[in-house]
C-alpha cells in the first residue's frame, strides 16, 4: 500500500497527581485517586510507544476514563453535575498552535483533551502501518478501521462532549468545530485511500475507482474549506497536505474515468479526460514541492518522491498514450475542447465513522465512595494561592524531529 499522510503532533499535558489530600477520606477514594494517576500515566506513555497496537490502547483508555467518568456524571444518572467535575486542574497544549496551553479546572476538559490524543492515536498507528511495503490484507483493514475509529471519537467528542464545557473554545484551537470537522473529514478521506487501493489491486471496475477517487477528492477539498478561515501561520502546512491529495485523486478520477471512455468507444473523450488528469497530477506534483517548502507543524516529507505518487504519474502517462495511439489507429475522434464533467457518485466503498461512545462508570466509584470525597476538607485559601506554574514538556514522539522555526513538533 505504502500511502503516505500527514500527521499534526499530539497534544501535550502538564502532570496531574490527583493527591487530594483531606478530601479522599477513604482508602476506596484514595485508591481511586492512585489509579487515576497510574492510569493517566500509563496512557500518556502508549501514545508514544511504537509496540502499542489498538488493543493495548482501548485497554488503557477504558480504564482510565472509566475511573475519570466518576468526576463527571452522577451515579444516579441525573443531569447534575458531579461535585467533583471542578476539583481538579488540567493543562492542554495544541497540536497547531505549539506549546502554549489551555487549562480549565474541569474534568469534562480533560476527557475532550485526553479523547483527542487518542483520537490522533489511531490516525499515527494507520499512518505508520499504511506506509509499510509489504502490507498485508489483516493490517490494510487495521488501517482502515482504525480510521474510522478516530473519525468516531473527534464526532463523539464535538457532538456530545464539548458542548458541556463551561468555558467556550478559544478561536482556532483545537476543541474548535472547524478542527475537528477537518480531523473527522480527513479521516474519512484517508480511509477511502484505503478502499481505493484495495480496488485497484483487486481490478474492480474503472468506473467505481473512479467514482470513489472523486468522492475522496472531495472529501479532502471539503477538509481544506473548513481550515480556509483559520489563522494561515497554523493551518498552511496541513492545508497544503489537503489540496495536494485533492489534486491527487482529482487525477486518479479522470484517469479511470479515461479507461471507462476508451471501454465505451469514446477515445476522444478519453484522451480529454487523460489530459484533464495530467493537469491536476502536474498541479499535485506542484503542492507536493509547496508542503516540503512549507514550514509549521506536520510531518516533514517529500511526497512527490514517494511510492504511491510515482505510481500514478505513470499510470496516467501510460493510460495517455495508449488513448492517443488507439484513437490514431482505431477511432479518430476528435478531442473536446472542454474537460468531461465528472458526476460521479460510488454507490460501494464509502466510509462512515464508527460510532464512539466513552466506557460506563468504573466498578470502583459508589455512593460510598464518592461520599468519601469531603469537599468541606479542601484548604480554605486553595484558589487564592498562587501554585506553581507546571511545565508542559512536548511529548517525545518517536519517529519526529523537533523543528525549530515553529516550537512545535513534528509527526
Known amino acids: 500500500m505504502t500511502h503516505w499522510f500527514h500527521r499534526n503532533p ?9 493527591n487530594f489530600y483531606g478530601v479522599a477520606s477513604s482508602p476506596a477514594a484514595t485508591k481511586i485517586c492512585n489509579d487515576l494517576r497510574s492510569s493517566r500515566a500509563r496512557l500518556l506513555e502508549l501514545f508514544t510507544d511504537l509496540s502499542c ?6 485497554n488503557a483508555t477504558d480504564l482510565y476514563f472509566s475511573l475519570l467518568q466518576g468526576f463527571i456524571v452522577s451515579l444516579d444518572n441525573s443531569s447534575q453535575d458531579c ?5 481538579q486542574n488540567f493543562k492542554w497544549t495544541d497540536t497547531l498552535q505549539g506549546q502554549v496551553p489551555s487549562a480549565q479546572q474541569d474534568a469534562v476538559f480533560e476527557l475532550v483533551s485526553m ?26 483493514k487495521d488501517v482502515h478501521r482504525s480510521l474510522k475509529i478516530a473519525a468516531g471519537i473527534f464526532k463523539h467528542l464535538k457532538d456530545s462532549h464539548i458542548p458541556k464545557l463551561i468555558t467556550p473554545v478559544e478561536k482556532g484551537r483545537d476543541l474548535e468545530a472547524r478542527l475537528i470537522d477537518s ?4 479521516c474519512q478521506a484517508e480511509a477511502q485511500e484505503v478502499t481505493i487501493a484495495r480496488a485497484i489491486e483487486l481490478k474492480h471496475n474503472p468506473g467505481l475507482i473512479a467514482a470513489l477517487a472523486y468522492e475522496t477528492a472531495n472529501f479532502y477539498q471539503k477538509a481544506d474549506q473548513m481550515l480556509s478561515s483559520l489563522d494561515p501561520a497554523y493551518t498552511i502546512k496541513w ?11 482529482m487525477a486518479y478520477s479522470y484517469c479511470y474515468h479515461g479507461q471507462t471512455l476508451l471501454a465505451s468507444d469514446k477515445c476522444g473523450e478519453a484522451i480529454r479526460s487523460l489530459q484533464e488528469s495530467e493537469k491536476f497530477f502536474v498541479k499535485a506534483e506542484a503542492l ?20 504511491f505518487f510515482r505510481k ?24 473536446p475542447p472542454e474537460a468531461p464533467q465528472l458526476e460521479l457518485k460510488a454507490n460501494y466503498g464509502l466510509v462512515e465513522p464508527i460510532v464512539f461512545d466513552f466506557p460506563a462508570l468504573h466498578a470502583h466509584w459508589t455512593p460510598e465512595t464518592l461520599a468519601a470525597f469531603d469537599l468541606t476538607k479542601r484548604p480554605k485559601d486553595d484558589s487564592a494561592k498562587p501554585k506553581p506554574e507546571e511545565e508542559v514538556k512536548p511529548l517525545k514522539e518517536p519517529d519526529i524531529k523537533p523543528q525549530k522555526d515553529s516550537g512545535c513538533q513534528i509527526s
Open 83 to 87: 461535585k467533583l467535575r471542578y476539583i
Open 53 to 58: 497496537n489498538p488493543e493495548m490502547m482501548k
Open 115 to 140: 479523547g483527542f490524543n487518542v483520537a490522533l492515536w489511531y490516525t499515527k498507528y494507520a499512518s505508520r502501518l499504511a506506509g509499510k511495503e509489504d502490507i498485508t490484507e489483516d493490517e490494510a
Open 312 to 335: 500514478l504519474g505513470s499510470l496516467v502517462k501510460n493510460t495517455l498514450e495508449k488513448c492517443q495511439r488507439e484513437n490514431g489507429f482505431i477511432y479518430f475522434q476528435k478531442v
Open 288 to 307: 507536493c514541492k509547496e508542503y516540503g517548502e512549507t514550514k509549521g507543524p506536520g510531518t516533514t516529507a517529500k511526497p512527490s518522491g514517494h511510492l
Open 10 to 18: 499530539l497534544k501535550a499535558t502538564a502532570p496531574v497527581t490527583f
Open 183 to 186: 480531523y473527522v473529514i480527513q
Open 239 to 249: 492545508r497544503k497536505y489537503l489540496q495536494l491529495k485533492a489534486c491527487f485523486y
